[in-house]
């Protein structure tokens, strides 16, 4: 087995007096063995948090209170390998603790997370029970109590019977001392496994032959004791929304793409973290890209802009669409313009009347063409007003500022002309269309009216 207790002779001897000699005379000269380890050789919670030691020097010093971890900290170090035991820390609790990634964590960051919120007392004792709830929010007390009876048989059931109920146990052993270990099972034969933060052995009655003292602490984490160690495993996933449009979705032809207001908002499983949902960020920002190269400028129609997120281990899309519309022209005058089979001439295929929409798809000089299924023909240019391409109002058809009964009428119009006229000629533009489309179906019809008399 690898040591944990990467330190001097000297300091485990100290160690041993100051923290209810909790290292022992066989730690200490175990010690005396090992070598140390850099202060930057990052902790592994996967690898290594079973074997963390309150000696290691990699966080010994960490102050608590008037103490240090490596003096004192036998309990904060037991939190700390409950909490990646249970697998209890997600994106809240790393913010909490002040570290962006799980392998972070160790008993330092933990006892560095107390002192922010004065959590210990100046002898280096927990100040409040409750406090880890706070840190590590899947983390929730249950009591400080002791054991009906200490005998080898007794605590074993008594251990096993709260551990079947979901309590992780941090335990006091029976050293002479003031010691906490971390209870990580219990056989059928009365054995007890153990992480204990100041020894190498995991078997309980090896390491302190007078078994357990009595006192406990029970708590819940994530996962029951014994369920899967270090973190829980999480199958990645990414999400993405639109949380608002860009301010503009129609433009005129000729015009670039402006994704100005645009934002989406992402979530998901991180495989290390958990679940997560970010705020609101623009189309345009860290891990989120735009794929608008189906967006043609210099032709009429609706395109297709991708939004892409990637967060390395996972990536989504979504899809929002735009219009080039300015091909859009109508009829101002009370006289009617004529659509004809040729330019300038031939057979009349259509009459337009006053405040008739139609898509120019082909410009020949003064002429353009329209063309649908049931009409097809050209009109003179100089007889048609092209329409302005702008957003309005949800429900503001008249785009006068108001919702009122004058937007419902133009509604009504709109959907009893609809049903004679060809699909190419329409009584409303593209943007009061929209506007048009109170319940965001991408339809409008009688369901945006019941909206419309909800909300006039």
């Not at 079973?50 to 990699?58: H, I, K, N, Y």
């Not at 409750?130 to 002791?146: E, F, Q, R, S, V």
């Not at 290390?272 to 400028?297: C, F, I, L, R």
């Amino acid at each position: 087995m690898q040591h944990k207790k990467i330190i001097g002779i000297l300091t485990a001897i100290v160690t041993a007096a100051c923290c209810g000699a909790a290292g022992t005379a066989s730690a200490a000269a175990k010690a005396a063995e090992e070598t140390s380890v850099s202060s930057d050789q990052a902790a592994s919670v996967y690898s290594e948090y079973r074997e963390w030691s309150q000696l290691d020097p990699r966080w010994g010093n960490t102050p608590m209170g008037g103490t240090t971890i490596r003096r004192s900290g036998c309990l904060v170090t037991s939190l700390a390998i409950m909490a990646v035991h249970s697998g209890s820390i997600d994106s809240a609790a790393m913010a909490n603790l002040g570290i962006s990634d799980i392998e972070q964590f160790d008993p330092g960051v933990l006892a560095n997370a107390y002192t922010s919120v004065g959590g210990f007392s100046g002898g280096g004792a927990i100040s409040s029970w409750g406090t880890i709830h706070t840190l590590i929010p899947n983390i929730t007390w249950g009591k400080d109590a002791y054991l009906k009876n200490t005998s080898k048989t007794a605590a074993a059931n008594e251990l096993s019977s709260l551990m079947d109920e979901g309590w992780h146990i941090i335990a006091r052993v029976n050293n002479g001392g003031y010691h906490w270990v971390y209870i990580e099972s219990v056989g059928e034969d009365g054995s007890i496994t153990m992480c204990d933060p100041a020894m190498d052995t995991h078997d309980l009655y090896e390491g302190y032959p007078s078994g357990l003292q009595g006192e406990y602490w029970a708590l819940k984490g994530t996962n029951a004791p014994g369920t899967s160690g270090a973190a829980p495993e999480y199958e990645a996933a990414l999400g993405i929304e639109i949380t608002s449009l860009p301010e503009r979705t129609i433009f005129q032809y000729g015009e670039e793409l402006d994704l100005t207001g645009g934002t989406v908002t992402l979530s998901g499983v991180d495989p290390k973290t958990g679940e997560w949902t970010g705020e609101p960020v623009p189309m345009t920002s860290e891990n989120v890209s735009v794929d608008a190269s189906a967006y043609d400028p210099d032709a009429f129609g609706s395109y297709d802009i991708v939004v892409k997120a990637d967060m390395g281990y996972a990536s989504a899309e979504t899809v929002f669409q735009v219009t080039v519309c300015n091909g859009e022209y109508f009829v101002s005058d009370d006289s009617p313009v004529a659509v004809y089979s040729e330019q300038g001439g031939g057979t009349m295929q259509f009459s337009l009347k006053k405040g008739n929409v139609v898509h120019i798809e082909e410009y020949n000089g003064q002429y353009g063409l329209i063309t649908s299924d049931d009409v097809s023909g050209w009109i003179d240019m100089s007889q048609l007003v092209k329409t302005e391409a702008h957003v309005h109002i949800k429900g503001d058809l008249n785009d006068d500022g108001i919702v009122d009964k004058y937007d419902l009428s133009l509604l009504n119009s709109y959907l009893q002309n609809r049903e004679h006229l060809p699909s190419c000629i329409s009584t409303l533009t593209v943007s009061q269309l929209d506007a048009a489309d109170l319940n965001g179906d991408g339809n409008v019809d009688l369901t945006d009216v019941r909206e419309f008399l909800t909300t006039i």
